[in-house]
């Protein structure tokens, strides 16, 4: 075997990276659990527009992590098969995978002892998360081994930064990401906030703008500004909003220098807590913290 053969990449649904690129990255994925409140014991299938349409509709999606049984599975079929394993994790301060991923992991050791676990906690989420999988894929197919990735991963996990804008802030509401009254307070003055997840791994909000599109450029001016290699690969993700993700892609190419652009999906995990409208961007830089940035 060679080293990128002797080990499995795994991640989870809360990367938001479609099949097309977990497949070109020989990456697999551990799906979370997604359902609608009225219907908690049916597995939520809604996908894109149509997920969000019912969202908009007034239905409450829920988010749940995957239980142990899945991981056993997931990391049991590689160790038999006499890979090791390297799986990169949802923010742990936004989700349990990580935490029940150890306890797999614990549990696997004792009955393969010959075999080697290492889980890193992403502090990232959607394509923040799958920006560091796709960085870590890259290394892996260069022939890192399985100690060297994990060590890659740890050194640029906090260099992925996550900047983004929702459209309605009553879903970040009830998920106790921001008050009622200032959920309230920004839906009647048209206020759309720029978010961003700090070295924690915690959704954190930052600026309030007024307007849609204001908010959405402002996402390119923190690129603009922050980001340490625009040679490297950007990731733009949004939940039901083309036209604003394909406006924002112009902006970087088009006056920010940068030269690879990717737009992909917000999924049911991430978009049932960001809500319909969300548009995100991720990038390497320097530092995650919030900083001004010149007009």
Known sequence: ?????????????????????????????????????????????????????????????????????SFREIFGKHLEAGRDILYLSFSSPLSCMCATARIAAEELAEEYPGRSIRIVDSLSASMGQGLLVYHCAEQKERGLSLDELAAYAEATRLKIVHRFTVDDLLFLKRGGRVGAMSAYAGALLGIKPVLYVNDEGKLVPGQKLRGRKNAVMELGKHYNAECTDKESTVFIAHADAPDYAEMLKEALLQHHGAKHVVIGEIGPVIGAHAGPGTVALFYLGASRTEKPVQD
């Open 1 to 69: 075997m060679t080293p990128n053969e002797s080990y499995a990449l795994i991640t989870d649904s809360g990367a938001d990276l479609s099949e097309q690129m977990l497949q070109r990255m020989g990456v697999e994925t551990i799906s979370l659990n997604v359902f609608m409140k009225d219907n908690p014991a049916l597995t939520c299938t809604l996908r894109g527009k149509d997920f969000y349409d019912a969202l908009r509709g007034g239905q409450v999606a829920c988010t749940s992590a995957a239980n142990l049984s």
